[in-house]
């Protein structure tokens, strides 16, 4: 399944960082880029003309990042976690702390839609294999996750949907 067939769950915060960088490709860098290529074709002679060259390749990458992003505000489909129901289990949007059993170590990790990838904040996918194995549960439980380096098992220690305090 690939990212344009799944659902686009999104955060509030999320889908308005999309909707900011697709307005400011629209209307600030797009026509300034749209104007520098007007400039540069008056000049004449496009073929050896570096200024036309590199705006016409700025402009496509401008245009496929825009058709992108309009896909997925398109599909956008906004979760505010502050507003679901049974708080006490781990749902989109919520920070979860986790007891990593092995490592003897606590991590705190939010789970968001896939545009909202950030792992050095602790942003995980929601259609991560942590996250798909977070989803449902409570306080106390706990998780037993493959990854790379093997199995992990995890104790979810606490679940939040406000931003946790450190």
């Given at each position: ?5 799944q659902?686009?769950y ?12 697709f ?54 489909e ?31 990790y ?57």
């Open positions: 399944m690939t990212m344009a067939d659902k686009n999104i955060t509030p915060e999320g889908y308005a960082v999309l909707k900011a960088e307005d400011q490709l629209h209307k600030v860098e797009r026509p300034g880029v749209v104007r520098d290529v007007a400039w540069a074709a008056s000049n004449g002679d496009r073929s050896e003309n570096a200024d036309y060259i590199y705006g016409k390749r700025r402009l496509r990458q401008i245009d496929a990042r825009l058709k992108f992003l309009y896909r997925r505000i398109d599909l956008a906004v979760v505010d976690a502050t507003k679901q129901q049974s708080l006490e289990k781990v749902y989109f949007g919520a920070w979860v702390t986790l007891y990593a059993i092995s490592k003897d170590e606590e991590i705190t939010r789970i968001v839609g896939q545009d909202e990838l950030d792992p050095s904040l602790g942003h995980i996918s929601w259609v991560s294999p942590l996250a798909k194995a977070m989803l449902g549960k409570g306080e106390g439980d706990v998780l037993r996750v493959v990854t790379p380096g093997g199995e992990e098992e995890y104790e979810i220690t606490a679940i939040s949907y406000t931003v946790p305090a450190n």
